[in-house]
């Protein structure tokens, strides 16, 4: 365990306190590429703020901020302003980007497109160049796989780095607990965890060899959640297929440990589709259940097959690799294991903290004289600031290390703020919090503490 004086030292070796993340979308993205850095730099005292790219406050925390990230950020008028007020401070700029959304040929290509409305699909196309000029006026990217930073480098010769999707405390969290409830007796089950309706292709792609492979495995049902159609030949098999809508995050841990099996498809005749993540070994891996992806770069950089996972890309390899998973209990069960070993081991909140912080460094001593200015012509939009409340993020007090004193992520002042205590075998606890009001002097917080099995409140102050 890290001591407070060795964080300080980090702290102060960087010369970054504190990270402004600006967002240009939410939800899943939003977490694995902003909140969850913030929380791994909280770990050696670097303080954070998330705001989505309309908010109001933008600026004036940007102007107290040591280093703007911006993820998924299109161009308007107001981030351009904003990135060349950093660069008169000096502050580096850097784009985070997690799926190929700044390349307008290859979005044409994605078949999804051509099943929403035109005027959407339009504003999709059209963003892809706002990406690309606010990248452009950047320092560097930060990329979530490593085909999308080579993507990066070729197309646009801008400064690159690797940050993989990792594991949160609060996902870690959710997902222990999952593994350490008692199962119920159920059916045996596989699952495809698609998220939106963009991966109805990948679906497609493998559902003849699921198929046949529930038709041999006349016991075995088959969730699916999310929103992927029930196709007619699903529906043939009755109630063994059940279709799940979306679900919070916090749910999907609890859900993927009633799978025994976890699909993960991707269609690999598109570029966009090579360079996505591997999320959906990493979170089933997290509460041991085994997955079978298609080989790309990503999930075969991550997955040693018949160790920790299995690889399969025709029909015929995804209807054995079932037919092998579901009948040899033993061999799921050590894969899985293997999974959780792995994940935990390579992407905790420690190790992500000391890549993401590698990658601020790099940036601020290596990229000092590659800036350019900001090209004033480019047609972007003129958007008015809007405020724009993001989902909060509950941070889990992290009380195995030795210090108490770690700053979490700076959130809206709506924002609800979580802490899991462990049992203490004693009468009392005291507990030492400290809020930053950030000169609001007539700012107040409600404490409560309740027991987590009736909701009871225990004490409070305000």
């Known amino acids: 365990m890290k001591t407070a004086k060795h964080v300080e030292r980090l702290a102060t070796k960087t010369l970054l306190g504190h990270v402004l993340f600006v967002v240009g979308v939410e939800e899943a993205s939003m977490r694995y590429r902003a909140y969850l850095p913030a929380e791994a730099l909280s770990l050696f005292g670097i303080t954070s703020n998330v705001v989505f790219y309309t908010d109001p406050q933008m600026e004036e925390l940007a102007a107290h901020a040591d280093c703007l990230v911006l993820h998924r950020v299109k161009a308007t008028r107001r981030v351009i302003n904003l990135i060349e007020q950093a660069r008169e401070r000096q502050v580096r700029v850097l784009f985070d980007v997690d799926d190929l959304v700044f390349e ?78 008692v199962p119920l007796p159920r059916p045996r089950r596989i699952g495809y965890f698609s998220g939106t309706h963009t991966h109805q292709d990948d679906w497609q792609m493998i559902e003849p060899g699921v198929i046949d492979f529930l038709q041999q495995s006349t016991d075995v049902e088959l969730w699916l959640v999310g929103q992927v159609k029930l196709t007619s030949a699903l529906r043939k098999l009755g109630d063994r297929v059940k279709l799940l809508p979306m679900q919070a995050w916090q749910r999907l841990p609890d859900l993927t440990r009633q799978v025994d099996i976890n699909l993960a498809p991707l269609t690999l005749d598109l570029d966009f589709n090579e360079t996505k993540s591997a999320i959906k070994w990493l979170e089933a891996a997290l509460v041991q259940v085994p997955t079978i992806a298609s080989p790309s770069q990503p999930f075969r950089t991550v997955i040693k097959h018949g160790h920790n996972g299995m690889l399969a890309d025709t029909v015929d390899e995804w209807r054995k690799s079932l037919e092998l998973l579901i009948s040899d209990e033993k061999l799921r069960h050590n894969i899985g294991q293997q999974a959780r070993q792995d994940a935990v081991e390579s992407f905790n909140a420690e190790k992500q903290s000391r890549r993401y912080l590698d990658i601020l460094e790099q940036t601020i001593t290596t990229e000092s004289n590659t800036r350019k200015s900001v090209q004033a012509n480019k047609d972007v939009p003129d958007e008015a600031p809007i405020p724009h409340p993001l989902e909060p993020y509950e941070m889990t007090l992290y009380v195995s290390r030795s210090i108490a004193r770690v700053p979490t992520v700076s959130l809206r002042s709506d924002a609800r703020l979580e802490f899991q205590l462990p049992a203490i075998n004693s009468s009392h606890l005291r507990l030492d919090l400290l809020f930053a009001t950030h000169g609001h002097a007539h700012a107040e917080v409600l404490v409560e503490v309740t027991d987590p099995g009736d909701g009871t409140v225990l004490a409070s102050a305000e």
């Open 104 to 181: 307008y040929e290859t979005l044409k290509q994605i078949p999804w497109l051509r099943t929403i409305p035109p005027d959407q699909a339009a504003v999709i196309l059209q963003n892809s160049d706002l990406y690309r000029t606010t990248m452009e006026a950047s320092d560097a990217v930060i990329c979530s796989t490593e085909p999308l930073r080579e993507h990066v480098t070729e197309l646009l010769g801008i400064p690159a780095y690797h940050f993989p999707n990792g594991v949160g405390m609060r996902l870690q969290s959710i997902s222990d607990a999952a593994l350490n409830k």
